[in-house]
């Protein structure tokens, strides 16, 4: 998230303007917040920023330490900058100055506008390390979140459609895709309606349009085999074509592979942001394994890895 509050430098702040300023950061009172803008981080490091930032919103700091520990140990100039404003005020870990300093440096050091406007002309201690990088154990991240299970989706369904869940398992093992991926977008889909049609005439369990079912060989979009078939190998394409980023396949299934293309990241369309934020809630894995060759890579994945190796060199 892009925070537009223009920060003091932590040498020209006290205590109590620290700590105000850093519990209206963690709240997100009186700071505008934009959509996420780290399209340049690694998934898993966008992953980590995400539930980091749901942990400050549900004020557990020790949480969201943990996540933004874990995302700066992988050269996250962002979590680096995150886990520095809580150190400087203790939320979640034990006050320490030169702690949040280090932290702030390097984040500077590394780009990051904001931690450079933060530290100011504060000096980081020589070779301080913090827990974070020293001990990482006492930071060590929680196991991450679990997809819905299959016999969850099913248990949930009325008894004439669970056998759809099966037929879902059948295919989507054949593409080599996960099928509680699949799941998880029928439900934002259709939520298992095979008759499901929508204003852009998308139809089906997985709201196949014209011209997806044309580009997949469906002949019938409405028939649930070959809606399954034709939605399934367009998920294992955008797998591909992302390199198993499953944000931004998430994002090509319902925007178009080019709209992400173009913004080189989760279009800012609050329809396919909001689509994306389902679908990660009933299936929240930040990757997914690929078909390599199928075709090439995006984009937007060869200038963020790009990015993201320039970075770890300049650590």
């Not at 150190?87 to 990051?112: C, E």
């Not at 709209?259 to 934020?277: I, N, S």
């Amino acid at each position: 998230m892009v925070f537009r509050t223009r920060l003091l430098p932590l040498s020209k702040l006290g205590a109590g303007a620290i700590l105000a300023s850093a519990l209206l950061f963690s709240a997100g009172v009186a700071a505008e917040v934009d959509a996420p803008s780290v399209a340049e981080e690694s998934p898993r490091i966008v992953g980590l920023l995400d539930q980091a930032h749901a942990s400050e919103q549900s004020r557990d700091f020790p949480l969201a330490a943990q996540r933004y520990c874990a995302a700066a140990r992988e050269g996250s100039a962002e979590g680096m900058y995150r886990l520095g404003r809580l150190y400087s005020v203790g939320l979640g870990v034990k006050r320490d100055n030169a702690a949040a300093a280090s932290l702030l440096a390097t984040a500077a050091r590394l780009g990051h506008r904001q931690a450079q406007e933060m530290l100011g002309s504060l000096a980081a201690p020589e070779g301080y390390q913090t827990d974070c990088f020293s001990n990482p154990e006492l930071l060590a991240p929680p196991p991450a979140a679990q997809p819905r299970s299959a016999k969850q989706y099913a248990d949930a369904l009325a008894p004439g459609k669970r056998k759809l869940v099966g037929l879902v398992e059948r295919i989507a093992a054949r593409h080599g895709i996960d099928p509680r991926l699949v799941l998880a977008v029928i439900t934002a889909e259709s939520n298992f309606d095979i008759a499901a049609a929508s204003p852009k005439n998308a139809h089906g369990l997985m709201q196949l349009i014209p011209e997806t079912a044309e580009r997949f060989s469906v002949a019938d979009p409405q028939h649930p085999e070959q809606n399954l078939r034709g939605g399934i190998a367009y998920l294992r394409w955008l797998l591909a074509y992302f390199r198993g980023d499953v944000q931004l396949a998430l994002a090509g299934y319902n925007a178009g592979e080019r709209a992400v293309d173009r913004y080189r990241g989760v279009p800012p369309y609050a329809e396919t942001q909001a689509y994306v934020k389902r679908v990660l809630e009933l299936y929240p894995l930040a990757t997914h394994p690929f078909q390599d060759g199928l075709v090439e890579p995006s984009v937007t994945v060869i200038e963020r890895d790009t990015r993201v190796e320039a970075r770890k060199r300049r650590m």
